[in-house]
């Protein structure tokens, strides 16, 4: 293997410009639910899922069994269909929900996403039994090994065995696809990447975070996104007011020594309106935007901008990434690391 000094230097800056070349095109359609929101392609394959998904953690974070029923209804009925989690969420409890109030009555119209956070093979697998039998599902449509956050977790990882844990899956059945999350720093993915290149090996998704802070600090739409839609992965799109520190809130894992008055509301502060934030990234190609909403307001609040949504303009994009990168950067993307 190269060394990763030699790899991140093969990596450059993509315009904004050419990123947009390829949009994703939507579709439209029904089920035996009511009408969908606008579908768009995730997988090599041609599999479409909404363009809206909703986030498991912050669906569950309540522990408010008739408000979490009652959002996970509301999504049914405004079309959402691509549902995400993680085993690790709020401990398992937030798959839990999902296996009480979504998949008895769901399972066969819904697209259901999980993570794993284990590091091993053994682990992993263990895990995914977990998951099916919290969510009470035979199969997962996306397995993703959640949040890789380093060089080391990468090589960690993949010297424990994770890949075969992934692809053993697969191959049985257990999951219908496989992906992986990165919101620390674009290199990382870059060079995970690089190493299931080395072995012609494919993924088929990523969740990365894409925003109007991102092009100016340590850039996932910047640097990761060129290299994802040339090997034709699905884009799940997180962070997109960057877990909230775009909108002068804390998140559970703001560090405690970030004042609240450090934690700007750029959408106060600056002419950008919490539309503009959600229509930027409909407008990059990614497949679906995956939001973390509380409650059904929250949810309403998204999906609308979703409906009535048209393409920004190249120039309004570059123009709102002008005006958030004085924002960019440690405290509204405190997820972020800076690697070597």
Not at 22 to 48: Q, V
Not at 163 to 170: I, P, R, S
Not at 206 to 234: H, I, M, R, T, W
Not at 237 to 263: C, H, Q, V, W, Y
Request: glycine letters at 6%; a neutral charge.
């Amino acid at each position: 293997m190269e060394t990763r000094r030699k790899f991140i230097k093969k990596t450059a800056a993509f315009s904004l410009g050419g990123v947009l070349t390829n949009w994703a095109l939507k579709t439209y359609g029904t089920d035996k639910h009511g009408e969908l929101l606008p579908m768009r392609k995730l997988t090599r394959n041609g599999e479409m899922v909404t363009a809206f998904t909703l986030g498991g953690y912050h669906a569950a974070k309540s522990f408010n069994d008739k408000q979490i029923e009652a959002l996970i209804e509301r999504s049914i009925e405004l079309g959402v269909r691509f549902f995400d989690n993680a085993r690790v969420y709020h401990r398992g409890v937030a798959e839990e929900y999902y296996g009480k109030y979504l998949t008895p009555k769901y399972r066969d119209e819904i697209f259901l996403m999980t993570k794993g956070i284990k590091r091993s093979k053994k682990e992993a697998l263990q895990e995914l039994q977990e998951s099916l039998k919290a969510m009470k599902t035979d199969y997962i449509d996306l397995w993703t090994i959640h949040t890789i956050s380093s060089f080391e977790d990468v090589d960690n990882r993949m010297e424990n065995g994770i890949l075969d844990a992934y692809f053993e899956a697969k191959e049985k059945g257990l999951v219908k696809n496989i992906g992986f999350s990165c919101h620390t720093n674009p290199k990382v993915a870059l060079y995970f990447l690089d190493f299931l290149d080395k072995r012609g090996l494919q993924f088929d998704t990523c969740q990365c975070p894409v925003n109007v802070c991102d092009a100016s600090f340590e850039s996932f739409q910047n640097q990761l996104l060129p290299e994802l839609l040339k090997k034709e992965y699905g884009i799940i799109a997180m962070k997109t007011m960057a877990g909230g520190g775009i909108i002068g809130r804390r998140f559970d894992l703001t560090p405690n020594s970030f004042a609240d008055e450090d934690i700007k509301d750029i959408t106060q502060l600056a002419p950008i309106t919490f539309k503009q934030l959600h229509q930027f990234v409909y407008s990059y190609p990614v497949s679906t935007l995956c939001s973390g909403c509380e409650t059904v307001e929250e949810l309403e609040q998204n999906i609308k901008v979703l409906k009535n949504l048209q393409k920004m303009p190249e120039s309004e994009m570059q123009s709102l990434v002008k005006i958030a990168e004085p924002f960019a950067g440690k405290y509204a993307e405190h997820y972020k690391r800076v690697m070597e």
